[in-house]
């Protein structure tokens, strides 16, 4: 950044610096944000309490492989297929999908799988929720005022598949 930066406005103004770094960076990670989001915070996985945790049940089941479109499969080098990574991060990228039917195969059972759709991002981006002992999530807006951002979101956000 020190040196690219200032090469970058030399060269291009301020301008320039906001086209080839600024926007890519934040289109970049809009893009993995969104991607961590689904595979990280769906409202069905399960929390366990230490009495009852697994470490093998939270490795399958504490996260979600999501089916998204195949263009985003190609863009993203099979990045929705997550929960090989969470076995062993030393799984190539080219293998993850071998990995996945192995362990759907085998372990099929404590695996969480959604298709992706503007209804499973409504849930995740206006349904923020934590973990509680009793109820496993809250909102964090239970028993508050309702925000008006979550609020537009509710409203705009499409409803289905």
């Not at 973990?131 to 609020?151: H, T």
């Amino acid at each position: 950044m020190a040196i690219g930066w200032p090469l970058i406005i030399y060269k291009t103004g301020i301008v320039g610096w906001v086209k080839f770094w600024l926007m890519p960076w934040l289109g970049y990670h809009f893009w993995m944000s969104t991607f961590t989001m689904v595979h990280h915070t769906a409202p069905h996985i399960p929390f366990k309490d230490v009495k009852n945790w697994n470490s093998a049940q939270a490795q399958l089941g504490g996260t979600v492989h999501c089916d998204y479109p195949r263009w985003i499969e190609v863009l993203c080098h099979d990045i929705s297929v997550h929960i090989p990574h969470h076995i062993s991060q030393k799984i190539p990228s080219y293998n993850l999908r071998l990995a996945n039917e192995s362990l759907r195969k085998n372990w099929g059972q404590y695996l969480n799988e959604a298709r992706w759709n503007w209804r499973l991002m409504k849930t995740i981006m206006t349904d923020c929720h934590v973990y509680d002992e009793e109820k496993n999530y809250v909102p964090f807006d239970e028993g508050q005022k309702e925000s008006k951002v979550l609020g537009i979101l509710r409203r705009v956000m499409p409803n289905t598949p």
